[in-house]
């Protein structure tokens, strides 16, 4: 086996199509194909069940491919390593949920980017938890900012922040005299905030006149703010304009929330990243 089978066979699984994974490694299909073979043959296994349309793993496809992902990531590791020249530079690959980039993450950002010019600092926005976690197993992000409940297997947590969670409504001088048929906008399924909403109107027994799904943070408070909705979020996400919003207390079970900063475990940390780690806990951010 040669270590370009491995990128071979990952991307097939990838795709489901040898077509796709030879367009994509800029391989001849046929290429493709044998390598398959020969591996096969070699492990005297069958990696893929071969379809119309497609391939699908085996059960010895699925073994292979953990091992093949993990020899992937150490070879990824080992160039970041060896290339690494001691100090910031490169890209850094930061996933941070909505919630999180509209706070006063922003300033610590400005910071490191003063004292680190060299680094080129990349953002990936989700509202999922899950799609960030997935991330940087897949060795596209070296690090994320996630909020709520976060499975902690296979991630090292590098800081923690906590915050508090209220009912966010526009403007008013007075608390609101029922929930009863109130709209909520709440982010696409997967955020911890939707989840939290859910619950807190099943538990109350209250019954949404209307749910309205956004995907970005500006679009959220800009529904708010109009009074086409409630929500529930960080007080931190209104930071910027406090005064344009009102806020009302949840009882103490959705009350308190957390937010930490996780990066694969077992994973290469380069100098860009370690000295974003080191300036995160420094400063002491909160959410």
Same mark, same amino acid.
Request: aromatic share 4%; charged share 25%; hydrophobic share 35%.
């Given at each position: 086996m040669e270590l370009s089978d $491995?990128?071979?066979v990952l991307a097939v699984a990838r795709s489901g199509k040898i077509s796709q994974a030879a367009k994509e490694l800029n391989y001849a299909q046929s290429n493709v194909t044998t390598r398959i073979k020969k591996l096969e043959q070699e492990y005297q296994i069958q990696l893929f069940n071969r379809f119309?349309?497609?391939v699908v793993l085996t059960s010895k496809g699925e073994q292979f491919i953990e091992y093949a992902t993990r020899i992937h990531n150490l070879l990824h590791d080992l160039k970041q390593d060896m290339t690494d020249p001691g100090e910031p530079s490169g890209t850094l690959k930061i996933? $941070?949920?909505?919630?999180a980039a509209s706070s006063r993450f922003m300033e610590i950002l400005n910071e490191y980017q003063f004292t680190y010019p060299k680094v080129s600092i990349s953002l990936v926005n989700a509202t999922s938890p899950k799609v960030l976690r997935k991330k940087i197993q897949d060795y596209e992000i070296d690090g994320a900012f996630i909020s709520g409940a976060c499975v902690k297997e296979g991630l090292k947590v590098e800081y923690e922040m906590q915050d508090t969670?209220?009912?966010?409504?526009k403007k008013t001088d007075a608390p609101p005299e029922s929930l009863c048929q109130v709209s909520w906008v709440v982010f696409p399924e997967g955020c911890p905030y939707r989840e939290m909403t859910e619950e807190f109107l099943q538990e109350e027994g209250l019954s949404a006149r209307n749910i309205i799904?956004?995907?970005t943070m500006e679009n959220l408070l800009s529904c708010v703010e109009s009074g086409i909705a409630f929500t529930i979020m960080p007080c931190s996400v209104i930071h910027k304009k406090p005064n344009d919003f009102s806020v009302f207390d949840l009882a103490d079970r959705f009350t308190h929330t957390t937010t930490t900063f996780v990066r694969g475990e077992?994973?290469?940390v380069s100098s860009a990243l370690d000295q974003f780690m080191r300036l995160l806990n420094q400063k002491c951010i909160t959410f």
């Open positions: $491995i990128d071979i119309p349309k497609g996933g $941070i949920v909505e919630t969670v209220h009912i966010i409504s799904e956004v995907s077992d994973r290469y």
